[in-house]
């Protein structure tokens, strides 16, 4: 790779951590050629019936360390 991407690249990781998540999230939102007007509010309720199930004890809940390693022995398998 080279040429202008790799500058842009080179110059971009220079930047502190916010504002390459920024770049980021932005540059991923400029590929989206559709955007559902109503994925916000069906997000909300979704977050809002899963907290539901978790404080009535009806979600079963995995801690941390368990799906931690969970993605690194399948990412040691995909290699």
């Not at 500058?7 to 939102?29: F, S, V, Y």
């Amino acid at each position: 790779m080279g040429g202008p991407v790799e500058d842009i690249l080179n110059d971009a990781m220079k930047m502190p951590p916010a504002d390459r998540a920024l770049l980021a999230e932005r540059l991923i939102r400029s590929l989206d050629e559709h955007v559902d007007p109503d994925a916000d509010a069906v997000w909300q309720d979704e977050v809002a019936r899963r907290w539901e199930q978790i404080q009535a004890g009806q979600a079963a809940l995995v801690p941390w360390e368990a799906v931690r390693e969970r993605i690194q022995g399948r990412l040691r398998g995909a290699r």
